[in-house]
């Protein structure tokens, strides 16, 4: 199973929009409607952002949402702040009970 | 309130094996899959594998398959990961998730454990 492709890096200045990709196949995002994303700050555990593709957890801010199209997912933040600064990961289901990781992308807020 | 709590860092010599825990508490343990997910020093998580508390059925990921073993206890509302023939690639930070759900392919990772670090060296 390979991982799901993100870009390794994306930065944007505070107050301004950011869109991180997630692209896999017709095999794990293209069919199923299971991508979810979290957010991780070094040295601590990963953060549930949003599930089932659109859907944000209760106490996750609504400036994170996500979307998809095809075989590719996408997390966007609107109004960047300093503290979104983090390594985003997109998820899916695979088939068989199996998940797969995308590669990580590392926001920057300049 | 709802929470994983793993066991502490461990260091292992190349070759040997490793086992870490990952205890629930605050929900129900076999209502949830667990999932373990791993993060090597600058790399991404990986998903290894999972294993449904109420009856001990497990999926691993290919790469792990030959390696890894995922059991549980019940009456201790505690999973484990043990990881075999260790070597240095292993090295990294071991994390235990609960599934959303109960076991569903729209399952996301909504409470993880604080992560257990495992060193391999020769």
């Known amino acids: 199973q390979s991982a799901l492709t993100q870009p390794a890096s994306v930065s944007g200045s505070p107050g301004q929009s950011i869109t991180i990709s997630c692209t896999g196949t017709s095999s794990d995002v293209g069919i199923y409607n299971a991508v979810s994303w979290y957010q991780h700050h070094p040295g601590k555990a990963p953060k549930l952002m949003i599930y089932?593709?659109?859907k944000r957890p209760s106490g996750v801010s609504n400036r994170f949402s996500g979307s998809k199209s095809g075989n590719t997912a996408s997390l966007s933040i609107s109004g960047l702040q300093a503290e979104d600064e983090a390594d985003y990961y997109c998820?899916?289901?695979?088939?068989?009970?199996?998940?797969?990781f995308g590669g990580g992308s590392k926001l920057t807020v300049l | 309130q709802m929470q994983l709590v793993q066991s502490g860092a461990e260091v292992k010599k190349t070759g040997s094996s490793v086992k870490v825990s990952c205890k629930a508490s605050?929900?129900?343990?076999?209502?949830?899959?667990l999932h373990w997910v791993r993060q090597a020093p600058g790399q991404a998580l990986e998903w290894m594998g999972c294993i449904t508390p109420f009856n001990g059925n497990t999926d691993y990921a290919q790469k792990f398959q030959d390696r890894v073993t995922f059991t549980r206890d019940r009456s201790m509302s505690t999973a484990y990961m043990e990881l075999s023939s260790l070597r240095s690639e292993d090295t990294a930070m071991y994390y235990c998730a609960r599934s959303q759900y109960g076991g569903n392919i729209k399952d996301a990772f909504d409470i993880w454990g604080q992560g257990t670090m495992v060193t391999v060296s020769s």
């Open positions: 089932e593709g659109t």
């Open positions: 605050g929900y129900t343990f076999t209502y949830r899959f």
């Open positions: 998820c899916s289901y695979a088939g068989s009970n199996t998940w797969v």
